[in-house]
C-alpha cells in the first residue's frame, strides 16, 4: 500500500506542489506570527532586564492599574522622600529620577518621531552603579540647564555630536540645549526604537514639570541583603501612597504588560491566519474530491484485487498527510518571511519593531506541523470516505459515474442557516446597535451559504454564464456548461475565493462608512475653523504650550484643547476626556440632553446618554472613576451629552481634573475659532508663524482635517486587506487547481474538440472563460455578503462613532472586475496545458 | 512539389482530377536506427469524390495511421497528402485545425459527443466553432436522415451507444464537408445499432453525394463501401470494388489476416 501511495504521490508532482501551497502559505501565517510575537517579547525582555541592572529596589508612587496613555507613569512623589530611603538600614545608594515627554527636533527642525516609541526625556543617572545599561559613548555627562545627552540611534541618525547645539520640545515649548554626550544602552543604540533626552536632575525636574518631585527612586543594596528583604525594609520606611518593588517584579510586571499587548496583536494576526487556512482547507478538501473521483477506477482496482476498505481510506489520508507535512514544513521557511513582511509593514504604518535576531522557538515549529497536518487531513476526511464507497465492479464500468446531486437535507438545512442568517442581518440593519445580533447573523449566513453552495452556483452561474455566452460565443457557453456540470467543484472553488471577498467587502464598507462617519461628525459637531492634532499615527500629542501661544494670535477668539486619559468605572477600562468648559462649547456640538458643559469643575464630570441610560444615572448622582495615579475619584454628574463620536470617550471633565489625576500632560487636539469678522487666511497666517516652532503639529481646516482622517482609515483598510489578501490569493490557488485537474479529466473531450475544428486558442479562451465564472461567482456572493456584513455591522456600531452608512458600491464593482482578471491570470498554466492535449493521442485512446 | 503521375502496386492511374483526397508515397516511421518502425511505407492511393471506401487490413497494418495522416491529425515522415487539390504537407498546425473544422467531418469508434452539450448542439459544433450560421433546411436533411429528430434536446448520457453514433454522424456531415473520415464507427455498437449507422453512411453518399473514408476491420461494414483498399504492413496490397462480405472475406483470406 505504502508503494501505491508513494507512486501516486510522485505521478503527481505538480498539483502535490499546488495543493501544499495553498496550506503552507497559511501555515506561514500562523508562523509568521509567533516568530514576529516570540521576537518582540525576547527584544522587550532584554531590555528590561538591562535597564534596571544594578538596581535591586524602585521606589514609586502606587498605581490602581497601568495606564497605557501614559506608558504605565506613576505619580511623581515629593523630593523629600529621598533622605528616608537612603536612611534605611542595608541601603548603599539611592538616587530619584523623573521621567517625562521630550521631543528631539534634528538639525532641519524635523522632529524625530519614531512610530509607536515614545519620546522621552529623563534625568542623568550620575551614579553608575544605579544607571542600569544607560552608558555614556563619548562626551561628557550633563551638568548645566543648557546640557543635553542624547541616545546613541538618535545622535547616528541625524549627524548629533557633542558640541552641537539642539532644540528639544517640551510640553512648556521648544527649548535650546547643547549635546555634551552620547550614551547607549548596553549594546543597544537606544530602548526599544524610543529615543531619549537626558539632563541632570535639577534640569530634567524643571524641563518635564517635576519640580520638587521624583517620578521612582532606584535603590541599591549593600552586599548581602536580599532584594526581597531591601523591599520590606524600605516599604516600611515610606509614607502612604508610594511602595517599593523589587527589580525582578518591575521586570516581570513589563514583560506582561509587553506581552498582553501583543497577545492582543498576536491574536489578531492569528485570526488572519485562521481564515488563510479554512480558505486552505476548503482547496485540499475540493482537490480531494476531485481526485478521488477521478481515480475511481484506480480505486476501484485495487479494491477488486484485494484492498481493504480501510486501505483505501488510508491510502487517501497517508497522502493528505504527506501533503499536510510538506506544506508545514514550506510553510515553515515561509513563515521566516512572513514575519519580516510584517514587520515591514507595521514600519509603514509607524508601529516599529526592534530588530533582533528572528526567534523561532519549539512551540513555533511544533505549531506549524500541527497545523500543516491536522487542517489538510481533516480536510481529506470527507473524500476519504467518499473513496471507500467505490465499488470493486466500478473498476469495470466504462462510464464515469455522474456527480452526485445534493441532498435534500442538505439543501433544506443550508436555506434554514441562510434565511435566518439573512433575517438577522436585516434586524441587524434595521435597528441600531446590535453589533452581536450581527455577529451571530454573519457566521449563520455564512454557514447557510457555505451549505447551500452548489445550487447557489448552479444559480448563479447561469446568471452571469448568459451575459458571459453572449459575449465570448461558443468558448464561453461551452465554459458555462463546463463550471455547470459539477456543482459541487465550482462551488467549492468559488467559495474559497467567497470567503476572501466578503471579508475584504465588509472591511471595505465599514472603512468607507468610517470616513463618512468622521466628515459627517467634523461637519456638524466641529464649530473650529482650525484643528491642531500631532502630525502622523504616532505623535502622543501636542505641548500644552502650544495652545497657550496660539491664544496671542491675532484675530483668534477661541482657542480650546482636549486631553485624553485612560481610567477604570466598575473595573473596565474607558477613556475620559477632558475639555475647557469655558471654551469647549464654543469649539464644538457636544450636543448636550441635559446639564451644561459650563457647570464643569472640580470633582464633577459629563457621561455620555448611552452610559447615562445603561448606569441609571442622572444629573447630580455620583460616579466612581478610577485613575490609575490617584485611585478612585467621586465625580458628580452635571450634565450628559449625545455627541460621543467627536470625543471618542463616554466621559468628559475639566483639564484640572484631568491634570490632577495624574492624565497625559499633552493636548490630543487644539481646537481654533476665528474671532468674529476675522480673515481666515489672515488667521491661518499667524497661526503657522506660531505652528512653525512645533513641528509636532499638523494644522488643518475643516476640509483638510477630514481628509487627513480618511487617508489615516485608508491606511488601516490597506493594512488589513493586505492581511486578508492571502486568503484570496490561496483561493486563486484554489482555482488553477481545479481547472487544472479538470482538463486532465477532460483530455478526451479536448481531444475531440480540437479534432473537429477547434483551435488552440478557443481551447484557451474556453478554460479562460471558465475561469473567468468561477472567480466571478466567487467574487460576486463575497462581494454581496461582504456589502450585507459590512452594512450591519456599520448599524451595529452605530453607537462607537459609526453614525453613517457609506456603501463604497464603485469599490465593490472594482473587486468583482480584479477577481474576473485574476481569473484570467489563473487559467494561463491550466489553458495552455488544455491547448496543447495531443489530438491524436486522446482520439485514438478512446 | 509535382503532381501525382505514379501508379498503384495494382496498376490504376491516380492522378484523378475528381479524388477528395489522396497520398503519394505516404511514409511515416516511428523511432530511428535498428528500432524504427514503419506505420506507413509508401502508400499512394486516391479517394474518389462521392464514393465510400473502406480500409481494411489487421491490427498494425497502419490503417488508421493512414486515416489520421489523411486528417491532418498526424503528420508523415516523407510523401504527401493532398485534400482536394490542395498538399497538406507544410500546413501549419492553425491551418490545418481548420481544415478539419471546414472541410472534413468526424466519426470515432467512440466518445464522439460532448457531454454538457445537447444532441442538436454537438451537431452544430463545428459550425459555432467556425462562427458559421446553421443552414437550417440542410440541419433538418441530416437529423431526418440519422432519424433524431425526437432526440435533439437529449444529452448524451440520455442517449443509447448507436443513437450516439448517429449524432455523430449527423455532425460530421453538417458542414456540409469534402470528405468524411470515420475510424470504425460500428466498433462498439451491437450488431442492428451499427447496420443502421452504416445505412445511413450509404444513403448520405447515394443521396448528398459525400465522399467517405471508412477504417473498419468489419467485413460485413467494409461491404457497404463501393470499394475497399487492404493494407498490411505500411502498404496497401490488395483492392476490391463493389465488395460483399464474402469477397472481402476471401480477400483477407487471401492476404493471410
Known sequence: ?846 | MSAPSTTTALGASIEDPTAAASTVDAVKSYGSGEAEVRALNGVTVAFDRGRFTAIMGPSGSGKSTLLHCLAGLDTLTSGDVRLGGRSLTGLGEKQLTLLRRDRMGFVFQAFNLLPTLTAAENIQLPLDLAGRPVDREWFETVVRAVGLQDRLDHTPAQLSGGQQQRVAAARALVTRPEIVFADEPTGALDSRSGADLLAFLRRAVDEFGQTIVMVTHDPVAASHADRVVFLADGRIVDELAAPTTETVLDAMKRLGS
Do not use: C
Not at chain 1, 502606587?62 to 523629600?80: C, I, N, Q, V, W
Not at chain 1, 543594596?221 to 517584579?249: F, I, K, M, W, Y
Open chain 1, 1 to 846: 500500500m505504502r508503494k501505491v501511495i508513494l507512486k501516486g504521490l510522485l505521478a503527481r508532482k505538480l498539483r502535490l506542489a499546488l495543493t501544499a501551497v495553498s496550506i503552507s502559505l497559511g501555515v506561514a501565517f500562523v508562523t509568521g506570527t509567533f516568530v514576529l510575537g516570540d521576537t518582540m517579547t525576547a527584544t522587550f525582555d532584554q531590555l528590561y532586564e538591562g535597564l534596571t541592572e544594578g538596581t535591586d529596589v524602585t521606589v514609586r508612587g502606587e498605581s490602581a492599574f497601568t495606564d497605557t496613555t501614559t506608558l504605565g507613569a506613576t505619580k511623581p512623589f515629593d523630593a523629600d522622600v529621598l533622605p528616608t530611603v537612603q536612611d534605611v538600614d542595608g541601603v548603599a545608594a539611592a538616587a530619584g529620577s523623573v521621567t517625562g515627554y521630550a521631543l528631539i527636533l534634528d538639525k532641519d527642525g524635523e522632529p524625530v518621531q519614531p512610530g509607536g516609541a515614545p519620546t522621552l526625556g529623563a534625568s542623568y543617572t550620575t551614579d553608575p552603579a544605579l544607571a542600569g545599561g544607560f552608558t555614556l559613548r563619548d562626551g561628557a555627562a550633563p551638568t548645566g540647564p543648557q546640557d543635553v545627552v542624547l541616545d546613541a540611534a538618535t545622535a547616528k541618525a541625524h549627524g548629533f555630536v557633542p558640541g552641537d547645539p539642539v532644540t528639544i520640545l517640551l510640553t512648556d515649548g521648544p527649548r535650546d540645549f547643547t549635546v555634551t554626550g552620547i550614551a547607549g544602552f548596553g549594546d543597544a543604540d537606544n530602548l526599544a526604537g524610543a529615543t531619549i533626552a537626558t539632563f541632570d536632575l535639577a534640569t530634567a525636574q524643571d524641563a518635564l514639570g517635576r519640580t520638587g518631585v521624583y517620578d521612582t527612586i532606584a535603590v541599591r543594596g549593600e552586599s548581602g541583603v536580599d532584594a526581597d528583604e531591601l523591599r520590606d525594609r524600605v516599604a516600611a520606611a515610606l509614607p502612604d501612597g508610594l511602595e517599593a518593588v523589587t527589580s525582578a517584579e518591575v521586570v516581570a510586571e513589563s514583560s506582561a504588560a509587553v506581552a498582553d499587548a501583543l497577545g492582543f496583536f498576536t491574536t489578531g494576526l492569528l485570526g488572519f491566519a485562521a481564515i488563510s487556512l479554512l480558505v486552505g482547507a476548503l482547496i485540499i478538501w475540493n482537490t480531494f474530491s476531485i481526485l478521488v473521483a477521478q481515480r475511481t477506477r484506480e480505486l476501484a482496482l485495487l479494491r477488486a484485487v484485494g484492498a481493504s476498505r480501510r486501505q483505501v481510506r488510508f491510502s487517501v489520508v497517508a497522502e493528505a498527510f504527506v501533503i499536510g507535512l510538506v506544506s508545514a514544513a514550506l510553510g515553515l521557511g515561509l513563515g521566516l518571511g512572513v514575519a519580516a513582511g510584517l514587520r515591514a509593514a507595521l514600519a509603514v504604518v509607524g508601529i516599529e519593531v526592534p530588530t533582533t535576531t528572528l526567534q523561532v522557538e519549539p512551540r513555533t515549529i511544533a505549531a506549524a506541523l500541527l497545523v500543516g497536518v491536522v487542517v489538510t487531513v481533516l480536510a481529506a476526511l470527507l473524500p476519504a470516505r467518499q473513496a471507500t464507497r467505490v465499488a470493486p465492479v466500478a473498476a469495470l464500468r466504462a462510464v464515469d459515474a455522474p456527480a452526485r446531486p445534493v441532498g435534500r437535507t442538505r439543501i433544506a438545512a443550508g436555506a434554514l442557516l441562510t434565511v435566518l442568517g439573512a433575517a438577522g442581518l436585516a434586524a441587524a440593519m434595521v435597528e441600531e446597535g446590535r453589533l452581536g445580533l450581527a455577529a451571530v447573523a454573519m457566521l449563520l449566513t455564512l454557514a447557510g451559504v457555505l451549505t447551500l453552495a452548489p445550487p447557489i452556483a448552479t444559480v448563479v452561474t447561469r446568471l452571469i454564464g448568459a451575459p458571459l455566452a453572449r459575449l465570448g460565443g461558443t468558448t464561453a457557453q461551452l465554459a458555462r456548461r463546463n463550471a455547470l456540470r459539477s456543482p459541487r467543484r465550482t462551488a467549492n472553488t468559488a467559495t474559497a475565493l467567497m470567503i476572501g471577498l466578503a471579508l475584504v467587502s465588509t472591511v471595505t464598507v465599514v472603512a468607507s462608512s468610517m470616513k463618512a462617519s468622521v466628515a459627517d461628525v467634523i461637519a456638524d459637531s466641529s464649530r473650529a475653523d482650525f484643528i491642531l492634532k500631532g502630525a502622523g499615527q504616532a505623535s502622543p500629542g501636542l505641548p500644552p504650550q502650544l495652545a497657550a501661544e496660539l491664544r496671542g494670535v491675532d484675530g483668534v477668539g477661541t482657542v480650546s484643547e482636549m486631553r485624553f486619559a485612560s481610567a477604570q468605572v466598575d473595573g473596565a477600562t474607558t477613556f475620559v476626556s477632558a475639555v475647557d468648559p469655558a471654551t469647549a462649547e464654543t469649539a464644538a456640538d457636544l450636543e448636550v440632553t441635559s446639564g451644561s458643559v459650563a457647570d464643569l469643575g472640580s470633582g464633577s464630570v459629563l457621561v455620555s446618554d448611552k452610559v447615562a441610560q445603561a448606569k441609571g444615572w442622572t444629573v447630580g448622582d455620583t460616579v466612581p472613576i478610577t485613575y490609575a495615579q490617584t485611585g478612585e475619584q467621586s465625580l458628580t454628574v452635571v450634565g450628559t451629552y449625545a455627541n460621543t463620536a467627536l470625543l471618542g470617550s463616554d466621559y468628559v471633565t475639566d483639564l484640572a481634573v484631568h491634570d490632577a489625576n495624574g492624565g497625559t500632560a499633552l493636548d490630543v487636539a487644539v481646537l481654533v475659532v476665528a474671532a468674529d469678522g476675522a480673515d481666515l487666511d489672515d488667521v491661518r497666517a499667524g497661526l503657522e508663524t506660531v505652528v512653525d516652532a512645533y513641528p509636532v503639529a499638523q494644522l488643518d481646516d475643516e476640509a483638510s482635517f477630514t481628509e487627513s482622517q480618511a487617508q489615516t482609515i485608508d491606511q488601516l483598510l490597506a493594512i488589513v486587506t493586505m492581511l486578508l489578501a492571502l486568503a484570496v490569493i490561496i483561493a486563486l490557488l484554489g482555482i488553477v487547481n481545479t481547472l487544472a485537474l479538470s482538463v486532465f479529466e477532460r483530455t478526451r473531450e479536448l481531444g475531440l474538440l480540437r479534432a473537429v475544428g477547434m483551435t488552440r486558442r478557443q481551447v484557451r479562451a474556453v478554460v479562460r472563460w471558465e475561469a473567468v465564472i468561477v472567480a466571478v461567482l466567487g467574487a460576486l456572493l463575497g462581494a454581496v455578503l461582504g456589502l450585507a456584513f459590512g452594512a450591519a455591522l456599520t448599524r451595529g456600531l452605530a453607537g462607537e462613532g459609526l453614525s453613517v452608512l457609506a456603501i463604497p458600491g464603485g469599490r465593490l464593482a472594482l473587486y468583482v472586475l480584479f477577481a474576473a482578471l485574476a481569473g484570467v491570470l489563473a487559467a494561463i498554466g491550466p489553458a495552455r496545458r488544455a491547448a496543447r492535449v495531443d489530438v491524436l493521442h486522446a482520439v485514438a485512446a478512446a
